[in-house]
C-alpha cells in the first residue's frame, strides 16, 4: 500500500552516490566537437579552452547535471515515517530503485 503526504514539505539533496556529469558543445557552424565527462568540471572547461585555441570558436553549449533525492526536511514527521518505510524494506531482496513507482491519482 503506497502513502501519500499531500502537504509535505519537500527538499532535495545531491545524491552522493552518482557522480555529476558535464558536457561542453561547440556552437560554431559546421564543427561538431562536443565533449562529456563524468565527475569532471575542470576537464570539461579545459577541453573548451583548448578547442578555442585550437580553432578560434568561442560559442559553447554547456550542460551540468546531477542526481538529486527528494525528501521531507530533517526532523519532520514525514521524515520519520518515510524512514520506517525504508526500514520494512531492508533486507529484501530487490532494490528500493527496481520496484514499481506509484503516483497518486
Not at 47 to 75: D, E, K, L, M
Request: hydrophobic letters at 30%; aromatic letters at 10%; one cysteine or more.
Amino acid at each position: 500500500m503506497a502513502q501519500y503526504f499531500r502537504y509535505a514539505d519537500w527538499t532535495t539533496i545531491v545524491d552522493p552516490n552518482v557522480c555529476a556529469e558535464y558536457s561542453v558543445e561547440c556552437l560554431a557552424e559546421g564543427c561538431e566537437a562536443e565533449f562529456s565527462i563524468k565527475d569532471g568540471e575542470q576537464s570539461a572547461e579545459t577541453w573548451r579552452n583548448a578547442h578555442t585555441t585550437r580553432t578560434g570558436h568561442r560559442r559553447f553549449w554547456q550542460t551540468y547535471g546531477h542526481s538529486v533525492i527528494v525528501g521531507p526536511p530533517p526532523g519532520s514527521v514525514v521524515a520519520s515515517r518515510i524512514a520506517e518505510h525504508e526500514r520494512a524494506f531492508e533486507g529484501q531482496d530487490s532494490p528500493v530503485g527496481s520496484r514499481q513507482a506509484h503516483t497518486a491519482h
